[in-house]
């Protein structure tokens, strides 16, 4: 018996692939998308810890309107974390009791002052390790603490709705540590949380094994491709309401060949969704819908998401429903307008606009300079209130490179596209931090040759950097 089995003995042990198998493979995964991976848990560490969705983004991590899932937790104390660059959040907890976190719903119950750091990571890097008849239950969180005596639970949100079903399912959660994983027992769950009492911190998030089908709370989350052509195109993706779930389709959608934007639009479904039953998106007016139906799966476990993909000839306002074949009942419903996406998708005669002001201001550049300018701001939309693309200067740049934290490897490496092998040789070549980090954003700078500018750096950091350095950019771009 394994020292793990003797400290959990009432745990399903699974075992685990090699760390040299498990490195093999996620390296592998990081060439495909382009991203450098120093490891299997450094990678999870580094690339996998995205910012958390809530509400005022639009997402979909807000309490779900059901009549058999009504807030249950509204006597915990609820507490707003600190969002630290790298999408890890750090809530400081001056005395003992149990306290709700805002934005991802986790709920903490601690025995003394303490201070707790969590991360989002996605269920997909961990697919081989949910073995049937168990399912995903809902986010999978990263939890630190500072003191591992002090965290006595932790209670996950779950995605599902029990409804009148609750006493046909068993909740577990899934306990990931080094080499392997173990299916542990939950102390309690509810209409919305799964309860679990505390043995070690590392990975962890619920499952479920039910005899009956399963209903979801939903969401649809809506992308629009950014090009220069007059007609529309859409993704659309329907997905559980799951935050590990959401944040794969934000992944996905972040390293495709095409350029989106999200659409704000109110993603949560107001029926539920249940495995296995069909559903149809209607566009009125007519538009190509592909597929027209599709049978509907949590697709947290898959590497890739499906979507629906809505063309539209013609710019004109129109309405997305989600229908329920079995019922032919609205799931979710939408009306998208063109000013949903305008400051993002200029059209043709904006963007000639913009051209002919760089020309005025920067007569120096060449026509295939000016081309390309134009091309980077149609494609990243980074004509804003009338604000001139001017590119930042050296010391606009040390002010931000002083601001970066010890992650700022992380997040050049996902947000600006930097590779290894270039901080490597900035390293190699200069010793002070500071002056690396510079050295690195006006590598960035010189790459996006016209589009080196505050508004573009902004865009690029928005979802990792600290409010600092966000608010820093932000002042740069109300001086051009």
């Avoid at 619920?206 to 992308?223: C, D, K, R, T, W």
């Avoid at 950014?226 to 935050?243: K, M």
């Avoid at 690029?460 to 600092?468: D, G, R, T």
Wanted: with cysteine; net charge neutral.
């Amino acid at each position: 018996m394994s020292f793990w089995q003797k400290l959990h003995p009432g745990a399903h042990f699974i075992p685990m692939p090699s760390l040299h198998m498990q490195v093999c493979k996620c390296a592998f995964k990081n060439v495909v998308l382009g991203i450098f991976s120093l490891g299997f848990y450094e990678y999870e560490e580094q690339e996998e810890k995205e910012s958390l969705p809530c509400c005022n983004d639009s997402e979909a991590n807000c309490l779900p309107l059901c009549e058999h899932c009504r807030n249950e937790n509204g006597q915990k104390e609820q507490v707003t974390p600190r969002r630290l660059a790298g999408g890890q959040y750090i809530m400081h907890l001056d005395t003992e009791g149990t306290y709700q976190c805002s934005l991802t719903g986790l709920i903490f119950e601690v025995m003394k002052a303490v201070k707790i750091t969590y991360s989002l990571l996605s269920w997909s890097k961990y697919a081989n390790l949910v073995e049937k008849p168990w399912i995903v239950g809902g986010p999978l969180f990263d939890v630190r603490c500072d003191s591992a005596t002090a965290l006595a639970s932790i209670q996950f949100p779950h995605s599902l709705c029990l409804g009148d079903h609750g006493a046909g399912m068993a909740f577990k959660v899934l306990h990931i540590k080094g080499g392997g994983a173990a299916i542990e027992p939950s102390a309690d769950y509810s209409a919305s949380h799964v309860k679990w009492l505390v043995s070690s911190l590392s990975p962890v998030g619920p499952l479920i094994q039910s005899q009956e089908p399963v209903q979801y709370h939903g969401a649809v989350i809506l992308y629009k491709v950014v090009d220069e052509q007059p007609s529309l195109s859409f993704r659309v993706y329907v997905a559980t309401n799951n935050d590990s779930f959401i944040k794969d389709i934000s992944r996905a959608v972040k390293h495709s060949n095409k350029k989106f934007i999200k659409i704000d639009k109110p993603p949560v479904c107001q029926k539920l969704l249940q495995k296995g039953k069909r559903y149809r998106l209607v566009c009125e007016p007519e538009a190509e819908v592909t597929p027209e139906e599709i049978e509907f799966v949590d697709g947290s476990l898959l590497k890739l998401k499906s979507y629906i993909e809505v063309y539209l000839e013609k710019p004109d306002d129109f309405t997305l429903s989600l229908i329920e074949l079995e019922s032919d009942a609205t799931v979710w419903k939408a009306k998208l307008r063109e000013s949903d996406w305008i400051h993002y998708d200029q059209n043709k005669n904006e963007q000639k606009r913009s051209a002919v002001s760089v020309k005025k201001r920067k007569p120096a550049l060449s026509i295939l300079e000016e081309d390309a300018l134009c091309s980077k701001k149609q494609r990243t939309g980074n004509k804003a209130g009338g604000i001139e693309t001017r590119n930042l200067t050296d010391q606009q740049l040390m002010v931000i490179a002083k601001l970066f934290g010890r992650q700022w490897r992380e997040i050049a490496i996902e947000c600006l596209q930097m590779e290894m092998k270039d901080i490597e040789q900035i390293q190699a070549t200069e010793e002070e931090v500071n002056m690396q980090k510079f050295l690195l954003l006006s590598k960035w700078r010189d790459r996006e040759q016209g589009n080196g500018t505050a508004e573009a750096l902004y865009k690029s950091l928005h979802e990792k950097a600290s409010y600092e350095i966000l608010q820093a950019l932000q002042g740069f771009s109300a001086q051009c």
